[in-house]
Protein backbone atom coordinates (compact mmCIF):
# COMPACT_ATOMS: atom_id res chain seq x y z
CA UNK A 1 0.00 0.00 0.00
CA UNK A 2 2.95 2.09 -0.50
CA UNK A 3 4.19 4.04 -3.15
CA UNK A 4 7.31 3.63 -5.63
CA UNK A 5 9.97 6.22 -4.59
CA UNK A 6 10.33 6.39 -8.10
CA UNK A 7 9.89 10.66 -8.24
CA UNK A 8 12.51 12.02 -5.92
CA UNK A 9 13.62 15.49 -5.17
CA UNK A 10 17.36 14.79 -6.75
CA UNK A 11 15.99 12.29 -10.14
CA UNK A 12 15.01 15.99 -12.40
CA UNK A 13 15.61 19.82 -12.23
CA UNK A 14 13.01 20.52 -9.16
CA UNK A 15 9.47 22.02 -10.49
CA UNK A 16 8.73 23.94 -7.47
CA UNK A 17 11.96 25.89 -4.94
CA UNK A 18 11.38 27.09 -1.83
CA UNK A 19 14.00 29.21 -0.43
CA UNK A 20 14.17 30.43 2.72
CA UNK A 21 10.45 31.45 3.23
CA UNK A 22 9.03 33.66 5.59
CA UNK A 23 5.30 34.72 6.36
CA UNK A 24 4.56 36.98 9.28
CA UNK A 25 1.30 38.49 9.95
CA UNK A 26 0.81 41.58 12.20
CA UNK A 27 4.19 43.09 13.56
CA UNK A 28 4.84 46.54 12.48
CA UNK A 29 3.71 49.70 14.65
CA UNK A 30 0.35 49.77 16.76
CA UNK A 31 -0.78 52.17 18.66
CA UNK A 32 0.91 54.98 19.80
CA UNK A 33 3.77 53.62 17.97
CA UNK A 34 4.05 50.63 20.15
CA UNK A 35 5.64 47.37 17.76
CA UNK A 36 2.96 44.66 17.34
CA UNK A 37 3.70 40.84 18.12
CA UNK A 38 4.18 38.98 14.67
CA UNK A 39 2.86 35.50 14.07
CA UNK A 40 5.30 34.15 12.04
CA UNK A 41 3.34 31.60 10.19
CA UNK A 42 5.89 30.82 8.48
CA UNK A 43 9.63 30.96 10.05
CA UNK A 44 12.07 30.00 7.00
CA UNK A 45 11.33 26.71 4.93
CA UNK A 46 13.10 25.35 1.91
CA UNK A 47 11.92 22.10 0.32
CA UNK A 48 11.82 21.72 -3.59
CA UNK A 49 9.22 19.56 -5.62
CA UNK A 50 9.65 17.63 -8.64
CA UNK A 51 7.72 17.37 -11.74
CA UNK A 52 5.36 14.27 -11.08
CA UNK A 53 6.34 14.32 -7.04
CA UNK A 54 3.84 14.58 -4.51
CA UNK A 55 5.20 15.98 -1.03
CA UNK A 56 3.29 15.70 1.86
CA UNK A 57 3.01 18.61 4.15
CA UNK A 58 1.87 17.53 7.57
CA UNK A 59 1.45 18.93 10.88
CA UNK A 60 -0.60 20.44 13.89
CA UNK A 61 -3.31 23.05 13.42
CA UNK A 62 -1.18 26.10 13.01
CA UNK A 63 2.05 25.00 12.00
CA UNK A 64 1.77 26.81 9.42
CA UNK A 65 0.76 24.12 6.23
CA UNK A 66 -2.26 26.49 4.40
CA UNK A 67 0.08 29.51 4.78
CA UNK A 68 2.71 27.63 2.80
CA UNK A 69 0.63 26.45 -0.05
CA UNK A 70 -0.66 30.01 -0.33
CA UNK A 71 2.78 31.60 -0.48
CA UNK A 72 3.99 29.23 -3.02
CA UNK A 73 0.77 30.08 -5.32
CA UNK A 74 1.71 34.06 -4.78
CA UNK A 75 -1.46 33.91 -3.90
CA UNK A 76 -0.21 35.80 -0.47
CA UNK A 77 3.35 37.55 -0.73
CA UNK A 78 5.75 36.68 1.56
CA UNK A 79 7.62 38.26 4.33
CA UNK A 80 11.11 37.07 2.81
CA UNK A 81 12.67 34.51 1.16
CA UNK A 82 11.97 32.90 -2.64
CA UNK A 83 9.42 30.92 -4.38
CA UNK A 84 10.52 29.61 -7.96
CA UNK A 85 8.81 27.79 -10.79
CA UNK A 86 11.13 25.94 -12.94
CA UNK A 87 13.95 28.09 -11.90
CA UNK A 88 12.12 31.62 -11.79
CA UNK A 89 11.18 33.64 -8.88
CA UNK A 90 7.90 34.40 -9.10
CA UNK A 91 8.26 36.78 -6.06
CA UNK A 92 7.33 40.37 -6.67
CA UNK A 93 5.74 39.73 -10.30
CA UNK A 94 3.30 41.77 -11.52
CA UNK A 95 -0.50 40.09 -11.82
CA UNK A 96 0.55 40.17 -15.65
CA UNK A 97 3.36 38.51 -15.28
CA UNK A 98 2.30 35.71 -13.11
CA UNK A 99 -0.37 34.34 -14.95
CA UNK A 100 1.22 32.07 -17.32
CA UNK A 101 2.58 30.55 -13.86
CA UNK A 102 -1.26 30.62 -12.77
CA UNK A 103 -2.46 28.47 -15.38
CA UNK A 104 -0.08 25.71 -14.74
CA UNK A 105 -0.27 26.02 -10.95
CA UNK A 106 -3.53 25.32 -9.34
CA UNK A 107 -5.27 24.29 -6.31
CA UNK A 108 -8.07 22.28 -4.48
CA UNK A 109 -9.21 23.52 -0.72
CA UNK A 110 -10.62 21.16 2.05
CA UNK A 111 -14.30 22.33 1.78
CA UNK A 112 -15.53 21.45 -1.44
CA UNK A 113 -19.17 23.45 -1.10
CA UNK A 114 -17.48 26.55 -0.28
CA UNK A 115 -15.27 26.41 -3.49
CA UNK A 116 -18.10 25.86 -5.79
CA UNK A 117 -20.10 28.57 -7.13
CA UNK A 118 -24.14 28.17 -5.80
CA UNK A 119 -25.62 29.55 -8.58
CA UNK A 120 -23.61 27.93 -11.22
CA UNK A 121 -24.26 24.87 -12.81
CA UNK A 122 -21.24 22.52 -12.22
CA UNK A 123 -20.46 22.38 -16.43
CA UNK A 124 -20.24 26.33 -16.29
CA UNK A 125 -18.13 26.43 -12.89
CA UNK A 126 -15.39 23.94 -14.67
CA UNK A 127 -15.69 25.58 -18.08
CA UNK A 128 -14.88 28.99 -16.56
CA UNK A 129 -10.73 28.74 -16.64
CA UNK A 130 -11.02 27.61 -20.14
CA UNK A 131 -13.34 30.93 -20.96
CA UNK A 132 -11.03 33.06 -18.63
CA UNK A 133 -7.76 31.82 -20.66
CA UNK A 134 -9.23 31.68 -24.15
CA UNK A 135 -8.65 28.08 -24.24
CA UNK A 136 -11.15 26.80 -26.16
CA UNK A 137 -15.40 28.00 -27.12
CA UNK A 138 -18.67 26.43 -28.53
CA UNK A 139 -18.95 22.62 -28.55
CA UNK A 140 -15.17 22.45 -28.11
CA UNK A 141 -15.51 23.69 -24.66
CA UNK A 142 -18.00 21.48 -24.30
CA UNK A 143 -16.60 18.57 -25.61
CA UNK A 144 -13.40 19.58 -23.53
CA UNK A 145 -15.83 19.78 -20.65
CA UNK A 146 -17.21 16.02 -20.66
CA UNK A 147 -13.74 14.97 -21.04
CA UNK A 148 -12.87 16.31 -17.82
CA UNK A 149 -15.85 15.05 -16.14
CA UNK A 150 -15.05 11.43 -17.24
CA UNK A 151 -11.68 12.38 -16.26
CA UNK A 152 -12.77 12.72 -12.55
CA UNK A 153 -15.02 9.95 -12.49
CA UNK A 154 -18.69 11.68 -12.91
CA UNK A 155 -21.18 11.53 -15.46
CA UNK A 156 -20.92 14.34 -18.03
CA UNK A 157 -24.56 14.56 -17.72
CA UNK A 158 -24.72 16.46 -14.46
CA UNK A 159 -22.99 19.15 -15.83
CA UNK A 160 -26.57 21.03 -15.69
CA UNK A 161 -26.85 20.48 -12.57
CA UNK A 162 -26.32 22.80 -9.37
CA UNK A 163 -23.98 22.21 -6.70
CA UNK A 164 -26.12 21.42 -4.16
CA UNK A 165 -27.38 18.45 -5.88
CA UNK A 166 -24.19 16.97 -5.23
CA UNK A 167 -22.69 14.79 -2.58
CA UNK A 168 -19.48 15.92 -0.56
CA UNK A 169 -17.14 13.50 -2.80
CA UNK A 170 -18.59 14.44 -6.14
CA UNK A 171 -18.73 18.25 -4.95
CA UNK A 172 -14.49 18.20 -4.50
CA UNK A 173 -14.25 15.54 -8.25
CA UNK A 174 -15.98 18.92 -9.75
CA UNK A 175 -13.62 21.34 -7.86
CA UNK A 176 -10.61 18.76 -8.91
CA UNK A 177 -12.06 18.85 -12.72
CA UNK A 178 -11.67 22.90 -12.43
CA UNK A 179 -8.09 22.47 -11.39
CA UNK A 180 -6.94 20.16 -14.12
CA UNK A 181 -8.74 21.93 -16.36
CA UNK A 182 -5.79 24.05 -17.18
CA UNK A 183 -3.39 21.07 -17.93
CA UNK A 184 -1.45 22.17 -14.52
CA UNK A 185 1.79 20.38 -14.01
CA UNK A 186 1.16 21.10 -10.04
CA UNK A 187 -1.59 21.65 -8.00
CA UNK A 188 -1.55 22.54 -4.13
CA UNK A 189 -3.87 19.68 -2.23
CA UNK A 190 -5.11 21.57 1.35
CA UNK A 191 -6.58 18.96 3.39
CA UNK A 192 -8.62 18.15 0.50
CA UNK A 193 -10.47 14.51 2.04
CA UNK A 194 -10.49 15.88 5.45
CA UNK A 195 -14.08 17.28 4.98
CA UNK A 196 -15.22 13.84 3.36
CA UNK A 197 -16.84 11.06 4.59
CA UNK A 198 -14.56 8.27 5.77
CA UNK A 199 -15.58 6.16 2.83
CA UNK A 200 -14.96 8.27 0.03
CA UNK A 201 -11.22 9.90 1.20
CA UNK A 202 -9.45 6.81 -0.72
CA UNK A 203 -11.41 7.07 -3.81
CA UNK A 204 -10.41 11.08 -3.60
CA UNK A 205 -6.96 10.02 -3.14
CA UNK A 206 -7.28 7.47 -5.63
CA UNK A 207 -8.15 9.71 -8.16
CA UNK A 208 -5.50 12.14 -7.36
CA UNK A 209 -2.81 9.35 -7.79
CA UNK A 210 -4.53 8.49 -11.53
CA UNK A 211 -4.63 11.86 -12.43
CA UNK A 212 -0.60 12.27 -11.08
CA UNK A 213 -0.03 9.33 -13.43
CA UNK A 214 -2.03 10.04 -16.62
CA UNK A 215 -1.11 13.71 -16.41
CA UNK A 216 2.46 13.88 -14.48
CA UNK A 217 1.07 16.38 -12.10
CA UNK A 218 3.33 17.39 -9.12
CA UNK A 219 1.19 17.74 -5.34
CA UNK A 220 1.84 19.85 -2.65
CA UNK A 221 -0.46 17.51 -0.20
CA UNK A 222 -1.22 19.34 3.24
CA UNK A 223 -2.88 16.80 5.71
CA UNK A 224 -3.43 16.78 8.68
CA UNK A 225 -2.66 13.11 9.69
CA UNK A 226 -0.10 10.58 8.37
CA UNK A 227 -2.32 7.58 7.18
CA UNK A 228 -3.35 8.56 3.69
CA UNK A 229 0.13 10.19 3.23
CA UNK A 230 1.86 7.38 3.13
CA UNK A 231 -0.52 5.84 0.48
CA UNK A 232 0.28 9.20 -1.31
CA UNK A 233 2.96 10.75 -1.34
CA UNK A 234 6.79 10.35 -2.07
CA UNK A 235 8.48 12.47 0.68
CA UNK A 236 7.15 14.07 3.97
CA UNK A 237 7.77 17.30 5.36
CA UNK A 238 6.65 17.97 8.39
CA UNK A 239 6.02 21.44 10.09
CA UNK A 240 5.77 22.56 13.37
CA UNK A 241 5.52 26.65 14.65
CA UNK A 242 6.14 27.69 11.04
CA UNK A 243 9.17 25.46 10.88
CA UNK A 244 10.20 22.28 8.96
CA UNK A 245 11.12 19.64 11.34
CA UNK A 246 11.85 16.62 9.37
CA UNK A 247 11.45 15.94 5.70
CA UNK A 248 12.14 12.34 4.11
CA UNK A 249 11.15 10.17 1.70
CA UNK A 250 7.86 8.70 2.85
CA UNK A 251 9.45 5.55 3.86
CA UNK A 252 12.07 6.70 6.18
CA UNK A 253 8.93 8.70 7.93
CA UNK A 254 7.26 6.21 8.58
CA UNK A 255 9.93 3.66 9.44
CA UNK A 256 12.99 5.60 10.91
CA UNK A 257 11.56 8.92 12.43
CA UNK A 258 13.73 10.66 14.23
CA UNK A 259 12.32 14.20 15.61
CA UNK A 260 10.38 13.34 18.44
CA UNK A 261 7.21 15.62 17.11
CA UNK A 262 7.56 13.37 13.94
CA UNK A 263 7.21 10.20 15.95
CA UNK A 264 4.24 11.84 18.50
CA UNK A 265 2.23 12.40 15.07
CA UNK A 266 3.16 8.34 14.26
CA UNK A 267 1.97 7.40 17.37
CA UNK A 268 -1.82 8.73 17.12
CA UNK A 269 -2.26 7.45 13.64
CA UNK A 270 -4.94 4.45 14.31
CA UNK A 271 -4.06 0.88 14.29
CA UNK A 272 -6.98 -1.50 12.89
CA UNK A 273 -5.86 -4.43 15.31
CA UNK A 274 -7.90 -3.63 18.06
CA UNK A 275 -5.96 -5.90 20.32
CA UNK A 276 -2.65 -3.89 19.19
CA UNK A 277 -4.59 -0.56 19.16
CA UNK A 278 -5.79 -0.98 23.27
CA UNK A 279 -2.15 -1.45 24.19
CA UNK A 280 -0.59 0.90 21.87
CA UNK A 281 1.37 3.77 23.66
CA UNK A 282 0.50 7.63 22.26
CA UNK A 283 3.69 9.43 22.65
CA UNK A 284 2.61 13.40 23.14
CA UNK A 285 5.17 16.09 22.29
CA UNK A 286 4.54 19.59 24.31
CA UNK A 287 5.49 22.09 21.62
CA UNK A 288 5.75 24.79 24.70
CA UNK A 289 8.14 23.36 26.27
CA UNK A 290 10.27 22.36 23.23
CA UNK A 291 9.72 24.79 20.20
CA UNK A 292 12.12 24.64 17.29
CA UNK A 293 15.13 26.26 18.06
CA UNK A 294 15.62 29.68 16.19
CA UNK A 295 18.96 28.76 15.57
CA UNK A 296 18.53 25.21 14.40
CA UNK A 297 18.81 24.26 10.72
CA UNK A 298 17.98 21.12 8.40
CA UNK A 299 21.10 18.64 8.60
CA UNK A 300 21.08 15.63 6.33
CA UNK A 301 20.57 12.59 8.98
CA UNK A 302 20.33 9.59 6.48
CA UNK A 303 19.74 9.95 1.79
CA UNK A 304 17.62 12.46 1.27
CA UNK A 305 16.58 12.72 5.39
CA UNK A 306 16.94 16.01 6.95
CA UNK A 307 16.15 16.75 10.84
CA UNK A 308 16.13 20.15 12.44
CA UNK A 309 18.80 20.33 14.44
N1 LIG B 1 -4.45 36.12 7.43
C1 LIG B 1 -3.90 35.86 8.62
N2 LIG B 1 -3.72 36.84 9.53
C2 LIG B 1 -3.15 36.60 10.71
N3 LIG B 1 -2.70 35.40 11.11
C3 LIG B 1 -2.84 34.38 10.26
C4 LIG B 1 -3.45 34.54 8.96
N4 LIG B 1 -3.44 33.34 8.34
C5 LIG B 1 -2.87 32.47 9.18
N5 LIG B 1 -2.51 33.08 10.34
C6 LIG B 1 -1.84 32.45 11.49
O1 LIG B 1 -0.69 31.79 10.99
C7 LIG B 1 -0.50 30.54 11.65
C8 LIG B 1 -0.47 29.42 10.64
O2 LIG B 1 -1.78 29.27 10.08
P1 LIG B 1 -2.11 28.20 8.95
O3 LIG B 1 -3.52 28.41 8.58
O4 LIG B 1 -1.10 28.28 7.87
O5 LIG B 1 -1.93 26.82 9.73
P2 LIG B 1 -2.32 25.34 9.26
O6 LIG B 1 -1.12 24.51 9.52
O7 LIG B 1 -2.87 25.36 7.89
O8 LIG B 1 -3.45 24.94 10.31
P3 LIG B 1 -4.74 23.99 10.12
O9 LIG B 1 -4.21 22.58 10.23
O10 LIG B 1 -5.63 24.35 11.26
O11 LIG B 1 -5.36 24.27 8.78
C9 LIG B 1 -1.61 30.43 12.68
O12 LIG B 1 -1.12 30.90 13.91
C10 LIG B 1 -2.66 31.36 12.14
O13 LIG B 1 -3.47 31.86 13.17
MG1 LIG C 1 -4.73 24.81 7.07
Given at each position: ?????????SADAPLVSVRDLTKHYGGGRGFLG????AVKAIDGISFDIAPGETL???GESGSGKSTTGRVVLQLESPTGGDVLFRGQSLVGLSPRQLKPFRREMQVVFQDPYAALNPRMTVGDFVAEPLIVHKLAKGSERADRTAELFRRVGLDPAFMKRYP????GGQRQRVNIARAVAMEPSFIVADEPITALDVS???QIVNLFQDLQESLGIAYLFVAHDLSMVRYLCHRVAVMLRGRI???????????????PYTRALLSAIPVPDPDIEA????????V??????????????????????
Open positions: MTRPTSATSASKFGLVHEFSIQAVEMAPTEAIFTDARHNRRHLAYDDANPPAPDAALREVGPDHFLLA
